[in-house]
């Protein structure tokens, strides 16, 4: 229904149209955040989303199978594709995300973007490189409900 409504004649979603999207579901600003969502969606690279790309993003982020949503997690926050998330890409996805939730009362050692991806690298980056691996990522994530929690990803 979302879908149809803000298709340009039906055929796919812009990044624009995946803003507007994302800010009628999301009260706070939710266009960064949806901004990176759109690129993991947009499997092809061509500036915009069809159906099949919708409806396959929709299947990896709500299903149930915590190792898939977290390989999705992960992809989203490697903006640059280098396999590696850095300290820059986690603050910016980290900002993306409390834009988006400013409603939400973050406790004081995760008040901030920044205060949170000290703590998600301090949980996760098992070799101290200042880069998370997919396999980082990964146990960091399945050895601490909090982590699973702090990237929405709880799979209660």
């Known amino acids: 229904e979302e879908y149809n409504r803000s298709c340009r004649y039906g ?3 812009t990044v624009k149209e995946f803003k507007d999207v994302y800010s009628r579901i999301f009260g706070g600003d939710a266009s960064a955040f949806a901004e990176h969502v759109f690129r993991t969606f947009d499997a092809d690279k061509n500036g915009r989303v069809d159906f099949k790309e919708f409806l396959i993003g929709l299947s990896v982020t709500s299903s149930s199978d915590v190792k898939k949503k977290l390989k999705w997690a992960f992809n989203m926050y490697d903006i640059d594709g280098n396999g590696f998330i850095d300290k820059q890409e986690m603050i910016s996805m980290m900002r993306a995300v ?4 400013p ?12 205060k949170m991806t000290k703590k998600l690298f301090a949980k996760m980056d098992a070799n101290g490189d200042g880069e998370i691996s997919w396999e980082e990522f990964y146990d960091g994530a399945m050895k601490d409900s909090l982590v699973l929690a702090m990237l929405q990803l709880n799979p209660d």
Do not use: N
């Open 103 to 114: 409603s939400i009362k973050k406790p004081d050692d995760v008040s901030t973007p920044e």
């Open 98 to 101: 409390y834009k988006m939730t």
């Open 11 to 13: 055929r796919y979603l």
